[in-house]
């Protein structure tokens, strides 16, 4: 479970002891998991199929307590359960109630939810558990490793390379970062909406940026929006941290290509940029109503007062501000939409603070966005997704 760079090292040495590997990782490459031998799944067939189970995912928001009571009736009886990724990816009473069963036949563990556990933890005294201590790169051969990587990153920079590990950035004239600032946080958003509105075990690996400015091509330096938008791109699906330095390498090293295209329009050149549109290709979404009819996943936003706005999905313009979170509901066009959803969100003491509605042919269809200030529970959610006219749903978080 995570493909990154321990999940491919763990998958050469399982394929090696005639193991037959799969992998769940929906931003993993595919062609590099297809060099292994390594077919990727959907994350229900991984925990379902799996007599082995290996932990390298990241701890984010969408992983935390992901391995749970729900996910653990999933599991074949008798699974072998691996983490070396973080603690707080199981939840270690279910994990406890897990073992009981029999479910899980034995559990090694080398992260906790809290490090190091406490004495009295039912699950590092339980008979099927292995457990060792969280070292990290405390071993002799891991400080001999890091003093290398540390040598040739020092190297690769003075030949002039990109560095993964730089603190560093490119010189940017104040002028220019106070004018783009407004434009820094709407690229980093548009980013982090385009990456949740993707899903399926493809992996996300073509994106295209189009910026629409009024400004000729050498007045128009693109570069630390480009390292913003593959900012909000790979931080929620990762542990790395992303900035103007090392964005062009991390997205190389995760499989992303990245392309730029600049369109001139007829608006005023007193501002940077007239609008950014995020484009992801080749991926299932987990919205439909995002995809444009060019089959890529779309969508596009400006600065307004200062403040960045959402401005299109797919093929339905809206209007809202890119502040707290988002539901994104696609809907038969019709009266009293607005009202039962609002109904619901205020039964659960969810503030909206703004909401629109987007549509192409009047009485068809339309998108309906709404922005929350708080996480609404699962069954909100629910209940809005229960909602006759409301043909799918999605909530993201900014």
Avoid: W
Wanted: proline share 4%; aromatic share 4%; with cysteine.
């Amino acid at each position: 479970m995570g493909f990154g760079k321990v999940g491919t090292e763990v998958a050469r040495r399982a394929k090696g002891l005639g193991m037959n590997v799969i992998s769940h990782d929906p931003y993993a490459p595919a062609d590099r998991a297809r060099a292994l031998g390594v077919e990727l799944v959907s994350f229900d067939q991984a925990i379902s199929t799996a007599d082995f189970i290996s932990l390298h995912m990241p701890l984010t928001p969408a992983t935390k307590k992901v391995f749970n009571d729900e996910t653990f009736s999933k599991m074949k009886k008798g699974v072998r359960l691996i983490n070396v990724a973080r603690g707080g990816v199981i939840d270690e009473d279910a994990l406890v109630r897990a073992l009981d069963s029999g479910v899980v036949a034995q559990a090694a563990l080398d992260v906790f939810c809290e490090e190091p556990p406490s004495k009295e933890s039912r699950l590092i005294q339980h008979e099927n558990v292995t457990v060792t201590p969280h070292l990290g790169a405390s071993t002799k051969e891991a400080q001999e490793g890091v003093a290398i990587e540390i040598a040739e990153a020092v190297a690769g920079a003075l030949r002039g390379e990109l560095s993964a590990t730089a603190v560093n950035a490119p010189m940017v004239a104040p002028e220019v970062l106070s004018e783009l600032a407004p434009y820094i946080v709407l690229a980093e958003k548009l980013g982090r909406l385009a990456v949740q509105l993707a899903s399926g075990g493809k992996g996300v690996q073509s994106i295209k940026v189009v910026y629409r400015s009024a400004r000729d091509r050498d007045d128009l330096d693109t570069r630390l929006l480009r390292a913003m938008i593959t900012k909000g791109i790979i931080e929620p699906i990762s542990d790395s941290y992303v900035n103007l330095v090392n964005a062009d390498f991390i997205a190389k090293q995760k499989g992303l290509r990245i392309s730029e295209e600049r369109t001139v329009v007829e608006s005023s050149p007193e501002y940077p940029v007239d609008s950014i549109q995020v484009q992801i290709s080749n991926v299932e979404s987990s919205f439909a109503g995002a995809v444009s009819d060019g089959g890529a996943i779309s969508i596009e936003g400006k600065v307004k007062y200062g403040v960045p706005h959402l401005t299109c999905v797919g093929s339905f313009g809206v209007d809202v501000s890119l502040e707290g979170n988002l539901i994104l509901c696609r809907q038969v066009d019709q009266p009293g939409m607005i009202g039962q959803v609002g109904n619901i969100l205020g039964e659960q003491n969810v503030n909206v603070s703004f909401m629109s509605v987007g549509r192409t042919v009047v009485r068809k269809q339309a998108i309906m966005a709404i922005g929350v200030d708080e996480e609404p529970e699962k069954k909100a959610l629910e209940r809005i997704g229960g909602v006759s006219a409301i043909e799918e749903f999605v909530f993201l978080k900014l």
